[in-house]
T-cell receptor, first 113, second 111 residues
Framework: DGGITQSPKYLFRKEGQNVTLSCEQN?????MYWYRQDPGQGLRLIYY???????QKGDIAEGYSVSREKKESFPLTVTSAQKNPTAFYLC????????????FGPGTRLTVL | GQQVMQIPQYQHVQEGEDFTTYCNSS?????IQWYKQRPGGHPVFLIQ?????EVKKQKRLTFQFGEAKKNSSLHITATQTTDVGTYFC???????????FGTGTRLQVTL
């Protein structure tokens, strides 16, 4: 079954703790992305990666970090430096190209207490 | 960076009524993609428009790309409760394969 998986669906953490969100895809896509969505808001790009071992900051990268050691995986770490981490986090992937469709995972809802 | 504005932010219609959402930019867009996100779900790709003045249809949905490639619209004819969700437009930004998403239009349909 091809697609993008994100785990867990819901995540609770205490303030001051780092937390890593998982994103895996078996679509053989080169490009992967992380977005943040707040209630009633659009999607804001955190980080993206066009190829293994390379990634770029998006519009709101502060307080986040990523790695892309494997083509299939693009984990996102929400660090304690992120001031308002509670949000819905969406991972997406696409075939490398300028106008390619993005396929989204089911998302992880992170709540920091 | 490039910005795309969507209007309205929210629309509530009765089942059977039509619905339109608009996506506007101050700069020329290379392409427009439309996505639908059901409540509690994730965005799902609907369609991509590339050519000036392009019109595409998917059953009750009609997508248009403006002649100047600065705006786009999504029109739903005779809405159904299954149309409920938030509709986003998105456009490619710069040379990288990343998208800038509009703010979205949330559609509520009641019987």
């Amino acid at each position: 079954d091809g697609g993008i998986t994100q785990s867990p669906k819901y995540l609770f953490r205490k303030e001051g703790q780092n937390v890593t969100l998982s994103c895996e895809q078996n679509l053989n896509h080169d490009a992967m992305y992380w977005y943040r969505q707040d209630p009633g808001q659009g999607l804001r790009l955190i980080y993206y990666s066009q190829i293994v071992n390379d990634f770029q900051k998006g519009d709101i990268a502060e307080g986040y970090s990523v790695s892309r050691e494997k083509k299939e995986s693009f984990p996102l770490t929400v660090t304690s430096a992120q001031k308002n981490p509670t949000a819905f986090y969406l991972c997406a992937s696409s075939i490398q190209g300028s106008t390619d469709t993005q396929y989204f995972g089911p998302g992880t809802r992170l709540t920091v207490l | 960076g490039q910005q795309v504005m969507q209007i309205p932010q929210y629309q509530h219609v009765q089942e059977g009524e039509d619905f339109t959402t608009y996506c506007n930019s101050s700069t020329t867009l290379s392409n427009i993609q439309w996505y639908k996100q059901r409540p509690g779900g994730h965005p799902v790709f609907l369609i991509q428009l590339v050519k000036s003045g392009e019109v595409k249809k998917q059953k009750r949905l009609t997508f248009q790309f403006g002649e100047a490639k600065k705006n786009s619209s999504l029109h739903i004819t005779a809405t159904q409760t299954t149309d409920v969700g938030t509709y986003f437009c998105a456009t490619r930004t710069g040379t990288a394969s990343k998208l800038t998403f509009g703010t979205g239009t949330r559609l509520q349909v009641t019987l």
